[in-house]
């Protein structure tokens, strides 16, 4: 039997899917709340994570241990780092790594989790097929993009900033949970996909466009993963 776990890590990521959750339960652990229940008729567990990449681990990894979920989607917003990708846009993670990890002193290459096996972790790609042909049929006014998510500990908001880590990376967009959630997933072998919408494009006009737009892309978000629920 199927069972979801989704995560956001702000309120906003998550309020619409609680809402329309039926919930059977919720349990209190590590000081997240995990909403237990059914939504658009498919067993699912909802969870605002918090901010950050520690957070978010914890947060899946509970999933996995207490809940037994069967895949995982992390749902929320995140900032472009391809011009061509609007604010509005919606990102399906091909993979997802941590931009700030460096440990290329000890041989493996910059992003990498020093023995994980791989530099960035692969999602699953049945849940990407199931978002971007969900997100055509719902989003009709802004594009869809499959690509790398990058993920660290730091809100990027500086035009060189985003620079270096558009060369190092090949990122299609950059947020702060993406990979730990991907690592976690790939770690307990549960299939995973990362949905985002651009709220910002990671550069000097972050500050200010973030907190315009946050709000409309999370719902777009959440909405799209509601579709995506009953197909899974
Ligand atoms: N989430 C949304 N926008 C972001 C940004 N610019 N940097 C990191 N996380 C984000």
Redesign the pocket.
Known sequence: MKKIGIIGAMAQEVERLKGEMEVFRTVSKASMEFWEGALCGTKAVVVQSGIGKVNAAICAQILCDLFEVTHIINTG???SLKNEIDIGDIVVSTDALHHDMDAQVLGVQIGEVPQAGCLAFPADPHLQQLAISCCKEVDAGHAVYQGRVVSGD????DRRVKDNIVSNFQGFC???EGAPIAQAAYLNHVPFVIIRAI??K?DDS?KMD?PIFEKDAAARSASLVERMLPLI
């Open positions: 917003v995140a900032g730091q809100f990027i908001s950059v947020e702060m709220s910002d990671a972050a973030f």
